[in-house]
């Protein structure tokens, strides 16, 4: 297993596993969004997000910088299935290591159709501190939703972790429901990679 000696390696290298198996660059408008914009560019987050060293990396990057928010005092964390689930449960499995476990939970796309019906899977209940955490970032249109959705099931939703910002409006999207964004790594940085390895 490789050792990391700091968080600047580790970023470093989750940046090379994100160039290996998650962006795309097309010379022509190629790729469709879920805001329906095509674009020249991808991130898919999930051959990353689902690997083993990528949930290592992710795990305790995004961990390290929820945790620097001392005073949210955060109880869980979750997002819009399905590109946060990855996160999500690598950031709660580090928690568990660093004794100070957080709880993981699913926001669904549609309520549960049967039993207790609910938009929110997991151990968090009315009132719970938590972090909505998302893959990639355009216009802000899953975080938003899932937003919306926590609180309306009670939750205090205390700001937004991200690992790829695409710089497309979304952070701002956001930051309009009064919800700060904290995020890990921006297309500017990894475009920046991607032109030295090309």
């Not at 879920?34 to 987050?45: D, E, L, Q, T, V």
């Not at 939703?145 to 956001?174: H, N, S, Y």
């Amino acid at each position: 297993m490789r050792r990391y000696r700091s968080p600047e390696k580790m970023k470093q290298r989750l940046i090379e596993l994100i160039l290996e198996r998650t962006f795309k660059f097309t010379d022509k408008p190629s790729f469709k969004l879920a805001s329906g914009k095509m674009s020249s560019f991808y991130f898919n987050c999930k051959p990353t997000t689902l690997n083993a060293e990528g949930m290592y990396l992710t795990g305790h990057l995004l961990h390290g910088m929820i945790l620097g928010r001392k005073s949210w005092k955060v109880k869980g964390i979750g997002g819009l299935t399905l590109g946060a689930d990855p996160l999500a449960n690598a950031i709660a499995y580090t928690s568990y290591l660093k004794d100070a476990p957080l709880e993981s939970f699913v926001v669904r796309k549609e309520p549960k159709k049967h039993g207790t019906m609910q938009w929110v899977e997991g151990n968090v209940t009315k009132g719970d501190r938590v972090v909505i955490i998302e893959d990639v970032i355009t216009t802000g249109g899953s975080a938003v939703k899932a937003i919306e959705r926590a609180r309306k099931c009670g939750l205090k939703v205390l700001g937004v972790a991200v690992l790829i910002d695409r710089q497309e409006g979304g952070r701002e999207a956001i930051r309009r429901l009064g919800v700060p964004v904290m995020t890990l790594l921006t297309k500017e940085e990894i475009f920046a990679a991607y032109q030295k390895s090309v």
